[in-house]
């Protein structure tokens, strides 16, 4: 079974904080995502990479960075956080092809107070 | 544009009722895929099928089964005899080889099975 596991399932944050969200793959997938998910917006694409070190923006980067230094590992990085930013973040990943199935982690929670 | 439209944002059905989500697609790519995906209370995204453009066969796995027409754009999910454990957030997806495989996700349905 493909297994996405991401740091924290709640996480709650102050303005101008720096926060990490991490996710962790065990299959050995080449590309890997971060989107979130607003109420009557969906979900939405972040960044994403299909190769360590590569990172490709999506549709909402603005605000966000990424770091992929090892395969397995895909960490979604808030420089000074907003309370615009509070939303629940998913993180993907899938094997080869980029339209390859994605499997999804439990999502974390972000609240910026 | 590729676009994905499920216009039943939700749907409440008695348990053992059969229950039809919709879904209907843009593209003007001749190779994409469909996707559907589950997310229960607790939030998870869990996979259900993935289906390619060039394979219109309906699929039945269990009490879920799916039906692909390209003449209509539509990849539409029924689960047949429902129960309280399928209610969850549906979502509908589109993946286009000529769109670095990014995934365009429908609104989702919210489907609530009452005992």
């Known amino acids: 079974d493909v297994k996405v596991t991401q740091s924290s399932r709640y996480l709650v944050k102050r303005t101008g904080e720096k926060v990490f969200l991490e996710c962790v793959q065990d299959m050995d997938h080449e590309n890997m995502f971060w989107y979130r998910q607003d109420p009557g917006l969906g979900l939405r694409l972040i960044y994403f990479?299909?190769?360590?070190?590569?990172?490709e923006k999506g549709d909402i980067p603005e605000g966000y960075s990424v770091s992929r230094e090892k395969k397995e590992r895909f960490s979604l990085i808030l420089e000074s956080a907003s309370t615009n930013q509070t939303s629940m973040y998913l993180c993907?990943?899938?094997?080869?092809?980029?339209?390859?199935?994605?499997?999804f982690g439990p999502g974390t929670r972000l609240t910026v107070l | 544009a590729q676009k994905v439209t499920q216009a039943q944002t939700e749907i409440s059905v008695v348990e053992k009722e059969d229950v039809t989500l919709d879904c209907v697609y843009e593209t003007r790519d001749t190779t994409y895929y469909l996707f559907w995906y589950k997310q229960p209370p607790s939030g998870e995204l869990v996979f259900l099928i993935r289906r390619n453009s060039f394979d219109e066969q309906n699929e039945i796995s269990g009490r879920y089964s799916w039906n692909f027409q390209k003449s209509t754009s539509s990849f539409n999910f029924t689960i047949t005899a429902s129960q309280v454990v399928d209610s969850a957030v549906y979502f509908c997806?589109?993946?286009?080889?000529?769109?670095?495989?990014?995934?365009?996700f429908g609104q989702g349905t919210e489907l609530s099975v009452k005992p």
């Open positions: 997806a589109l993946s286009e080889e000529g769109q670095g495989g990014k995934l365009i």
């Open positions: 990479s299909y190769d360590v070190k590569m990172k």
């Open positions: 993907a990943s899938s094997l080869g092809q980029l339209t390859d199935t994605q499997y």
